[in-house]
Structures are given as structure tokens and as C-alpha cells.
């Protein structure tokens, strides 16, 4: 059972557009949700994190927002660029312990010039 | 500081061939893993460590063994290698659970 729903897969943004990635959990005892980039031939690298008690976190052009009634988060890239072309996974984690933090399923992101 | 490093990035295996993925990370974790990535399917725990010595099955274990005789080395075997284990694998390492620290993969192909 897949702990946290992630979507799209796949993900076309024209250059200074806006990238949304949206994602969905159920486990209300989730109490820290981080985004991972990760770029071609690379591993994952955390590139922000949001914990429920805010609505927003913003780090640049990089904005997670927060909706803890909906049991949902979303990655919002502004002005996106060719350079922000990676695979990014939400993923939640519900207390600090070896195996506590599930990944959604990814989505590719492609930003054209 | 070279954070989370894996032998070999790539490699060609014969179908029922065993070999070894190293790791080892420098920052004296206590937790490390192992994940397979294929294309469209997200990150797959194959099993992880909480120390030297300590290690459980993860989502998809089936294949494959773990080590943990020290803190900073966590290799992954493959037995009797599978057209169904082509895949890239990913090391990585944590302090307490929350953020982890990913190596540069492994690209694994099962001919």
C-alpha cells in the first residue's frame, strides 16, 4: 500500500512557467514532509521540508504549501528553468527511526526553453 | 567530507552470477540503506540498518543480503543474479530517520 500518493508522473513546463507536483497521505501521524530532487545519474537530494504546524515554506523559487485538513502537500516551482529538470519525490515520515520516511512514487519533471 | 560513496556505477551481470554492491559513508550514521529505483516505480526499500551488526528487510528483499559489521560499510549481495534485479541502486545514509543522504548509484544490468 502505497503510504503517500504522488502525481503526475511526468510533468512538460514551458521556461518561467509554473511547476506543480501535488501529493496525498492518509496517516495523520505523519509529522514531516520533505521533497527530494533528484537529477539524471544522481541520487536524491533533500530540497525542502515542511512540517503541519505551518501552511507554506519557501526557499527561492522553490514553495511547498501545506494542507493538513485535505492530507495533502504540493511542490510549487516558480519561474521554473531548464536547469530545475530532475525527478522529484514527495515523501512523509511519522517519527524519527530507521524506517519511518515513505517516498511517493516520483514525478519527472522537463522544463523546455 | 565524501558523504555516501558506491562501487562499482556500472555493471553487466550473466543471469545466476553473485556480486557485491559496496557503500560506504563517512559521516557516522547510525541508520544506512538500500534502494532500487526502476523507471516510473519510485524508490524501493530492499533493506536497512539501524548499526553495526543490526539490519532488517525492507519492502522488496527477496534476492539479496546485507552486511553491517561496521558503522560506515553496508554492502548489498546479489545471489544468482536475475534478468528482474536490472536495475539502479541507490545507498544511503541518516543520522535520526528524517533526511537521507544518497549516494550516486549503481546501474545494474542482468543479461
Known amino acids: 500500500q502505497q503510504q503517500v500518493k504522488q502525481s503526475p508522473q511526468s510533468l512538460i513546463v514551458q521556461k518561467g512557467g509554473i511547476s506543480i507536483i501535488n501529493c496525498a497521505y492518509e496517516?495523520?501521524?505523519?509529522?514531516?514532509f520533505p521533497w527530494y530532487q533528484q537529477f539524471p545519474g544522481k541520487g536524491p537530494a533533500l530540497l525542502i521540508a515542511i512540517r503541519p504546524d505551518v501552511s507554506e515554506k519557501k526557499e527561492g523559487r522553490f514553495t511547498i504549501s501545506f494542507n493538513k485538513s485535505a492530507k495533502q502537500f504540493s511542490l510549487h516551482i516558480m519561474d521554473s528553468q531548464p536547469g530545475d529538470s530532475a525527478t522529484y519525490f514527495c515523501?512523509?515520515?511519522?517519527?524519527?527511526?530507521?524506517?519511518?520516511?515513505?517516498f511517493g512514487t516520483g514525478t519527472r519533471l522537463t522544463v523546455i526553453p | 567530507n565524501a558523504g555516501v560513496t558506491q562501487t562499482p556505477k556500472f555493471r553487466i551481470l550473466k543471469i545466476g552470477q553473485s556480486m557485491t554492491l559496496q557503500c560506504a559513508q563517512d559521516m557516522n550514521h547510525n541508520y544506512m540503506y538500500w534502494y532500487r529505483q526502476d523507471p516510473g516505480m519510485g524508490l524501493k526499500l530492499i533493506y536497512y540498518s539501524v548499526g553495526a551488526g543490526i539490519t532488517d528487510k525492507g519492502e522488496v528483499p527477496n534476492g539479496y543480503n546485507v552486511s553491517r559489521s561496521t558503522t560506515e560499510d553496508f554492502p548489498l549481495r546479489l545471489e544468482l543474479a536475475a534478468p528482474s534485479q536490472t536495475s539502479v541502486y541507490f545507498c544511503?545514509?541518516?543520522?535520526?530517520?528524517?533526511?537521507?543522504?544518497f549516494g550516486e548509484g549503481s546501474r545494474l544490468t542482468v543479461l
Open positions: 544511503a545514509s541518516s543520522q535520526e530517520g528524517r533526511e537521507l543522504f
Open positions: 515523501a512523509a515520515s511519522k517519527q524519527t527511526g530507521a524506517n519511518n520516511l515513505f
Open positions: 496517516n495523520t501521524a505523519f509529522d514531516y
